[in-house]
């Protein structure tokens, strides 16, 4: 008898727990339908064509480990020159080196067209995807309509969503092959879908833009978009320089901008004590990545260039020390 009563106490246990936690989850699943079919309306709405809207949302669920993903905060921060020394290793520049002296011609009648030397191509490349080995395995669609549907920027994602179907509908990439970061980012070069419209470019004139494995179509469009953002042909991105010990930390303020004339008589000077090379015209910031007591750098226009791609002093820092390492 105590065992039967056992078996009705489990039995009931059980019971409540499917009543409490199977209607939120069928719940959540009704709430994520609704707005799937809400979206495909409007993915339709905008011009893309049914069938490509059906056969890449066919199936998607939000991936609780994107948006994992998406909320996790830092555990504390890593130092610029820890970064550096992960991003920037021997290996990561002997490979570019390698892969730079393999891919000359195609390198250098890119960098000859959009005005951008093949160095900073490669740097990206390396630093973005460790030269194309790693991409990412996530799939974009379905990625994008995790965050767009999670709420938290769910505009942004939305938009994103719309024009990785875009991409899908006009038959650069095939469905099973459109793979990327947890946040959408997609190629050897990394670009969110907004990026690849504006700036993605056909390098091999095979009529489609495929920044995942056509390195023709990879290497023109990292430098259309550095083009198209700015670059200077004749500059580089910045150089390592040592400050006076008279400098405050205001002096490293991204908004203050001197001639590199003021800079000269300020005290800055090249690591070996000499003087830094002035050009007439030409202006420069200092940037701290670590803060005093770190290494300083003296960057010029195509550093911002570099920004607009990451908004981070130590990516845009790393690819300028990767791509002097490279043209070694």
């Known amino acids: 008898?105590?065992?039967?009563?056992?078996?009705?106490?489990?039995?009931?246990?059980?019971?409540?727990?499917?009543?409490?936690?199977?209607?939120?989850?069928?719940?959540?699943?009704?709430?994520?339908?609704?707005?799937?079919?809400?979206?495909?309306?409007?993915?339709?709405?905008?011009?893309?064509?049914?069938?490509?809207?059906?056969?890449?949302?066919?199936?998607?669920?939000p991936i609780e480990r994107i948006i994992e993903l998406d909320r996790k905060q830092p555990e504390g921060s890593i130092t610029f020159a820890k970064y550096k020394k992960n991003v920037i290793n021997n290996a990561r520049i002997a490979q570019g080196r390698r892969l730079y002296k393999?891919?000359?011609?195609?390198?250098?009648?890119?960098?000859?067209?959009?005005g951008v030397?093949?160095?900073?191509?490669?740097?990206?490349?390396?630093i973005e995807t460790s030269y194309g080995n790693n991409t990412g395995g996530f799939?974009?669609?379905?990625?994008?309509?995790?965050?767009?549907?999670?709420?938290?920027?769910?505009?942004?994602?939305?938009?994103?969503?719309?024009?990785?179907?875009?991409?899908?509908?006009?038959?650069?990439?095939?469905?099973?092959?459109?793979?990327g970061s947890w946040a959408g980012a997609m190629g050897q070069n990394q670009f969110m879908p907004s990026s690849f419209h504006k700036f993605a470019i056909d390098g091999n004139a095979d009529g489609k833009r495929n920044i995942w494995t056509s390195l023709p179509d990879v290497f023109a469009s990292t430098a259309n978009y550095l083009q198209q953002s700015?670059?200077?042909?004749?500059?580089?991105?910045?150089?390592r320089v040592v400050i006076p010990e008279s400098f405050s930390k205001n002096?490293?303020?991204?908004?203050?901008?001197?001639?590199?004339?003021?800079w000269k008589k300020l005290g800055v000077t090249l690591p070996n004590g000499r003087a830094i090379p002035v050009v007439e015209g030409m202006s420069a910031k200092i940037v701290l990545?670590?803060?005093?007591?770190?290494?300083?750098?003296?960057?010029?226009n195509n550093y911002g260039v570099i920004m607009k791609w990451n908004k981070s002093t130590y990516f845009a820092t790393s690819v300028g020390l990767l791509a002097d390492q490279i043209s070694q």
């Open 251 to 262: 002096d490293f303020d991204l908004s203050i901008v001197r001639d590199l004339s003021a």
């Open 289 to 300: 990545p670590d803060e005093f007591g770190g290494d300083a750098y003296l960057v010029y």
């Open 117 to 126: 030397p093949a160095q900073y191509i490669v740097a990206l490349w390396g």
């Open 1 to 61: 008898m105590k065992m039967i009563l056992m078996k009705n106490k489990n039995l009931t246990i059980l019971f409540i727990s499917a009543f409490i936690f199977c209607p939120l989850t069928a719940m959540a699943n009704v709430e994520f339908d609704a707005w799937l079919t809400n979206f495909k309306n409007e993915a339709v709405s905008v011009g893309i064509s049914e069938n490509t809207v059906n056969k890449a949302m066919n199936g998607v669920t």
């Open 139 to 179: 799939k974009v669609v379905q990625a994008l309509a995790t965050l767009a549907y999670d709420g938290r920027r769910s505009d942004f994602f939305r938009a994103e969503l719309i024009n990785a179907l875009e991409i899908l509908d006009a038959g650069h990439i095939s469905h099973d092959k459109m793979k």
């Open 102 to 114: 393999k891919h000359r011609a195609l390198l250098d009648n890119t960098a000859k067209k959009y």
């Open 230 to 239: 700015g670059w200077v042909e004749d500059e580089r991105w910045g150089r």
